[in-house]
């Protein structure tokens, strides 16, 4: 198992933002978190990458607690998250963003990398040397996944990369996900579209107001009335 | 030729406040903190250089070298001791510290060297003399611009080259995403302010070479009115801070010798509240302009 979370508990201030969640994802998988807005997978994410912290439980990554590793050594150890809304360097260029991408891979060979992410990433090819905060937001996706795939993750933890990206993207978004799939990258992925996203996925967690309320194979919870009415309109 | 020596004045005293504003704007640019303390480690640099030559009898150059160093160290561990704790507090409580970290170097600098002010050393002495002696220029000047000048590009490319440098660059953007790239964001923070501390001690000796009068509370004036240049300029830019300082050293040389020598603090203040009515964001300042 590459990653295994067990009752993560998580608060901001006041609010139980994460109650008892556990999940896991294994070697290979694409494994998918979705729920209505507020459900917690954001917040489930940034607790595997070290951005927030649970009271209690535990987190393994290839059998290595991470429960308390400072988020910066996470990155090292495999894990690259593409946090929600992007958060891209806007004021950097984009080869500039890909660079902080590589910020842990130290003696490889970066621009070898980089040419891997534009091969990805044609449109990014083009632009370089543009700020990355006048790139589309379509554009600014690809470089924020660009960017974390710099860092050679074992695990990739994308957080709605579809979010705001018109049709025709978001089938491109999904087609780079499955491609990396192909090629071997674990990826555990949050997504509001809920269709696509069973669509690619092995397994899937369903989450509701911070609890994990189901959970089975892409196609158990494609089949099930209750993820049905509640996520595809079914 | 008079207008000239005023100005030859103004840049370089300009040229100090630029020192100050380089290191100001760093740390503001990357902690997102005034560190209202800065001033202060410019007088403790210009003891410690002040100590090195005269009691020990260093060589200018290596006394300068040690204040750097321990500036660079006393800056890490207010860092660390002062401001770190109050990583996630409101900005007003990590404003009243920088101010609490104030107060206490200038104290323990009454404590430790007394009330009564040091006659420093210049690093250099001697002027040049230009236009049949019309124009004289100390070296003291020449040196600082340099100085400045040198700082200000050695900056610039550090932190639009180098590996930390465009790391600092991403913390100053958005701490969490640089924690993702695997950013080690306090030791980033820690070297902001090992520069900005090493760059305080560098000001202190000039600082000091032209009012060369040493006392506990020498830091204070220059720091605010470093800060001033830093706003000026845009808070945050490195060519903001190079162009804001100049310019103000320019503004009051000016003032002190047109206008009125009393006058020239406050007509200093007036061209910055002027200024940032009509450029909020400073001279260079970056306006938002940012694509969520
Ligand atoms: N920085 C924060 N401060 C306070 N509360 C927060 C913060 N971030 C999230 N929350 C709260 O935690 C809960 C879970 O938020 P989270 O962002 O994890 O949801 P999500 O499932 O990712 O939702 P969405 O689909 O809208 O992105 C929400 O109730 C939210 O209001
Ligand atoms: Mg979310």
New binding site residues.
């Given amino acids: 198992m590459m990653l295994k979370a067990e009752n993560l508990n998580v608060y901001?201030?006041p609010?139980h933002?994460?109650k008892g969640v556990s999940f896991e994802v294994n070697e290979g998988e694409v494994v998918t978190l979705i729920?209505?807005?507020?459900?917690?997978?954001?917040?489930?994410l940034k607790t595997v990458s070290g951005l927030m912290r649970s009271r209690g439980g535990a987190i393994e990554f290839m059998g290595k607690s991470i429960a308390s590793t400072p988020a910066h050594k996470i990155v090292e150890l495999g894990i690259a998250h593409v946090p929600?809304g992007r958060r891209i360097f806007t004021s950097m260029t984009v080869e500039e963003n890909l660079d902080m991408g590589a910020f842990t891979v130290r003696g490889g060979n970066i621009d070898a990398d980089k040419e891997r992410v534009f091969e990805q990433f044609p449109r990014l090819k083009e632009r370089r040397k543009q700020i990355a905060g006048t790139l589309s937001g379509g554009e600014q996706q690809m470089l924020a996944m660009g960017r974390a795939l710099m860092s050679h993750p074992k695990l990739l933890m994308l957080?709605?990369p579809s979010m705001g990206l018109a049709p025709i993207l978001v089938e491109q978004v999904f087609d780079i996900i499955a491609a990396l799939h192909k090629a071997g990258t674990t990826i555990l992925l949050?997504e509001?579209n809920a269709e696509m996203a069973l669509s690619i996925a092995d397994r899937a967690y369903v989450?509701e107001t911070?609890r994990i309320t189901f959970s089975g194979t892409g196609k158990e919870l494609a089949a099930s009335e209750d993820v049905q009415k509640a996520y595809l309109g079914g | 030729m008079k207008f000239l020596a005023y100005l030859v004045s103004g840049i370089s005293l300009g040229s100090i406040y630029a020192i100050i504003a380089l290191g100001y704007t760093m740390v503001y640019g990357i902690a997102k903190m005034l560190n209202f303390a800065h001033g202060d480690v410019i007088m403790v640099g210009g003891y410690i250089s002040f100590l090195a030559a005269t009691n020990l009898g260093l060589p200018v150059l290596l006394s300068v070298l040690v204040a750097m160093v321990f500036c660079t160290v006393l800056g890490i561990v207010i860092e660390g001791l002062a401001y770190r704790p109050l990583r996630s507090a409101p900005s007003l409580a990590v404003l009243i510290t920088a101010i609490g970290v104030s107060y206490f170097l200038q104290n323990a600098a009454l404590l430790i060297f007394g009330a009564n002010p040091k006659a420093y050393t210049p690093v250099v002495s001697g002027t040049l003399k230009l236009f049949d002696g019309q124009l004289s220029i100390s070296y003291v000047s020449i040196v600082t611009v340099i100085c400045c000048i040198v700082i200000m590009l050695a900056l610039t490319a550090f932190t639009g080259k180098t590996r930390m440098g465009k790391a600092m660059r991403a913390c100053s953007e958005d701490k969490g995403a640089a924690q993702l790239m695997g950013i080690n964001v306090n030791r980033t923070i820690s070297l902001t302010f090992a520069i900005g501390s090493a760059l305080a001690a560098v000001a202190g000796a000039l600082l000091c070479s032209f009012s060369p009068t040493l006392m506990p509370t020498t830091g204070s004036m220059p720091g605010i009115k470093a800060f001033t240049a830093a706003v000026f300029g845009g808070i945050g830019s490195i060519p903001g801070a190079f162009i804001g300082g100049i310019l103000l050293g320019v503004i009051e040389a000016l003032g002190r010798a047109y206008i009125s020598t009393q006058l020239s603090n406050s007509i200093v203040f007036a061209v910055l509240i002027i200024i940032l009515l009509v450029r909020p964001a400073g001279l260079l300042g970056k306006r938002t302009q940012e694509k969520v």
């Fill in positions: 901001y201030g609010i933002a994460v729920g209505a807005n507020g459900a917690g997978k954001s917040t489930s929600e957080d709605e949050v509001q989450m911070g």
